[in-house]
Structures are given as structure tokens and as C-alpha cells.
């Protein structure tokens, strides 16, 4: 996991699902106030900036359930593991990723060891506007632009949502 989250400008938590409106439990992520069923390491690399516009400690804006809705794209595994690897990069992109082709089977090695966490069923969903209307949207170096969710100028991320938990994995830029 720490191929894709060692550092950076990155966020990776994952909390319980407690209600049938999954969305409500991705804000409490979001929010910070729930921590993980299972114990693992949560992960918020996210940096202060001079504002902090969330009004917490998150570096999420506080959404509302239906707010989040209009914001996110559902899409298949194979494009959320590309996700997962491509925000690593700059500009959420794998050919931002320093000595990529060297590191790419590791990468999404990390990628599927994450997913993995999650029962087969599990849906999928991200920010990134090439996603509406194709599930299976190329993910890897999306050309694309993001229906921004945090504090910061520009941001991209993936929501798993399970049966048992949900995630939420996300990387920022600020300009």
C-alpha cells in the first residue's frame, strides 16, 4: 500500500457501513469521524493550507450525502484500480510517476492488494468527469476534469463502497 501512499498529498481512510445511503457514510469519512473496523493504518498526508475552508481538520469540504451524489461517477474495478495508481502522479496520472514502466507491476500490485480489502460486489465511484456515462473509463492518464471535493484547487479520488465498509482513497494539488 505504501507504493501508492508513502507521502504525497494523499488520503486514505476507510470507515464502517452503518447506513442503507452509503453516501452518508462516505461524508463521515470524509468529516473524520469514524476510523477503520478493521485497525488498519488510515493515511492524511493531506497538507494545512493558509485557509483551512473545511472549517476541521479534513481536508474535504463538508458535503452532504446528495451533494456527493451529483459529484461522483460510478465506475468498474479495472478502472479503479488504474485510479488508484494514476493518483499518484502528477496531475493524476501514471506518466507523472517517476520510473514508471520500472515500478508499474508493483504499482497495481499495491493497487489490487487495496481492492482486495473489499468484497467482489463492491461498487466503485470517482470524481473524475471522464467517468460520466463510461464505467469503464481509461483511467491510468485520464484527460479529464474533476468535480472538486476538497479544500484544495484541484483533487481526484476513488470511493469503494461494500456491503461492511467504505473508502475513500484521494490525491490533491494545490495551485
Known amino acids: 500500500m505504501f507504493d501508492l501512499y508513502g507521502g ?7 470507515g ?9 457514510d462516505v461524508a463521515a469519512v470524509m468529516a473524520l469521524k ?17 485557509e483551512n475552508r473545511s472549517g476541521t481538520g479534513s481536508p474535504f469540504m463538508p458535503w452532504s ?5 451529483e459529484s461522483l461517477y460510478e465506475i468498474g474495478r479495472r478502472s479503479a484500480a488504474q485510479l488508484l495508481v494514476a493518483l499518484k502522479g502528477e496531475f493524476f496520472q501514471a506518466a507523472g510517476i517517476r520510473d514508471f514502466e520500472s515500478r508499474k507491476e508493483s504499482l497495481f500490485k499495491s493497487s489490487e492488494e487495496i481492492l482486495s480489502r473489499f468484497d467482489p460486489d463492491s461498487l466503485f465511484f470517482t470524481n473524475a468527469s471522464e467517468a460520466y456515462g463510461n464505467r469503464d473509463a481509461d483511467l491510468l492518464n485520464p484527460d479529464t476534469e474533476w468535480s472538486c471535493l476538497s479544500v484544495y484547487t484541484t ?6 463502497v461494500s456491503d461492511a ?6 490525491a490533491f494539488f494545490e495551485d
Do not use: M
Open 16 to 24: 464502517p457501513r452503518q447506513h442503507e445511503d452509503w453516501r452518508r
Open 34 to 50: 469514524v476510523t477503520d473496523p478493521r485497525r488498519w493504518k488510515s493515511v492524511n498526508y493531506a497538507p494545512e493550507i493558509n
Open 165 to 170: 465498509e467504505v473508502g475513500v482513497f484521494w
Open 65 to 69: 450525502p446528495e451533494q456527493l451524489g
Open 155 to 160: 483533487d481526484c479520488g476513488l470511493v469503494v
Open 8 to 14: 504525497g498529498w494523499t488520503f486514505a481512510w476507510v
